[in-house]
């Protein structure tokens, strides 16, 4: 298909996706859960109920086929099965712009890097999204991010195995455009429950009340349980729509998907491994139409890495104008630090989180979060030693080995242990159907050998892998089933 060229969008129009979030995902959400009570609803009300009935219904969207023409069991309540039957059949079709060669692309990219692909979503990805104040600050609050860092992180991964497996996006058999639908009823939930009714209901009565003090303030509730549910915080948390514009909106959405894109392609360049520009294009065009399919506005999109620069510099500076107090950042950043550190078997080798998110995101961002504090002596030599010499072997071998990296091989040890322990817990497994997770389990197996690499340097990394040495539970835990 041919390409669809995107053009810069202007400051005023940025700054007018604060306030436009997803009207199909919204009205969806509006229509299920209706007005709200007054108050804070007792764990009896029907918003609760109806949340959990959707949340349920979800268990049934297990792969594309699976939402084409999806029917509700019988027994669901009418208006639930009428607005989910109405969303996937508006939501699940592809733009008429996507390429499904370049998408195909982008799905081996993925899967030929292995292990190192999942570090740099971790190192570099993640970390940048916790950057904008107001994205941490919901973040913070719809998931105790510091408390269950391991289960946020794992329902990241969620959506992004089953996008980027073979034929997530195109083919039946896939289960991306069904994940990706889940996560975008995820977002337009917790914008209803945080504004306490339909998001855009609440920017019209803003508009209308353009010169009285206060508009658009949701103050916080009182009367919240000492132990409140993840629902029961949204809702209480209040909310200053005026300053901050709509929670997840659209300028957060698209943000986060550069994220995933533009900063995974940029990690791979700073470690020397970068892809030639057809491919970062095509990587790019993937997680465009993972935008559309998650309801991002096209113009918000980008094709190129200069693009992506642009767009993401303009939109941090934006968000580091507007700060959150107290802020939830350094929290996030540290989290995420420690959840990395404590998969990693070697002592020496746990500050190398915290060292590799430095050098792939820069000093702006390791200030948000809190990450300038020392680390000891000897993992920093030893971190950027073997960083220096494998940076020099690479330049070297590639005069023989052009497709084979040290840098690759040394990330992807990295990456393989955090997965292992993290990403594929024994008893906290992916909230993935199970003909996926084994596949995914498959997949990852496969991981602890570079088919770029020479045998000795795969017998190498065995040892430190220890391949096989785990495998995937499929049974789903309490805290995974909350």
Known sequence: MNDHSTPAISDAALASMQRHADPLADGTIDDILGPWPPGIPDKNAT????????????VTWTTNASIDDWQAPAGTNEAIAAALQGYLAAGQALPDWADKEKIKRAEKLFFDHGALSCILLFCASLPECYVI???SSVLHTAGQLEQHTEYRIRSTAAMIFPVMMHGGLTSDDGAGVAQILKVRLIHATIRNLIMRGAPQTAVKDLLAQVNIVGAGTLGQLPGLPAKPTMYQALFARGWDLAHDGLPCNQEELAYTLLTFGYVF???????????PPRDEEAYLHAWNVVGHILGIERELMVETMDQGKELMARMQAR?????VTPDPRPGLGQALMATMANSIPWDIA???PQLMTRFLCGRATAG????TQSVPWSSALLFWGVLLVARVIDWVLRLVLPRFSIVRTLTRILGYHFMSRVLMSQTRPLQLPSELLNQV????HNWSDDPNAPKWINRIEDRFTKRGSWSVNLSNTAEDAA
């Open 47 to 58: 918003q609760w109920i109806r949340i959990s009935a959707v949340n349920e219904l979800f």
């Open 133 to 135: 104040p107001d994205l």
């Open 265 to 275: 392609l940029r990690s791979m360049r700073r470690l020397g491994i970068g892809l």
């Open 319 to 323: 968000g580091r104008a507007e700060p």
């Open 350 to 352: 746990k500050p190398f």
């Open 368 to 371: 948000d979060l809190g990450l």
């Open 441 to 444: 389990d498959g997949v990852v």
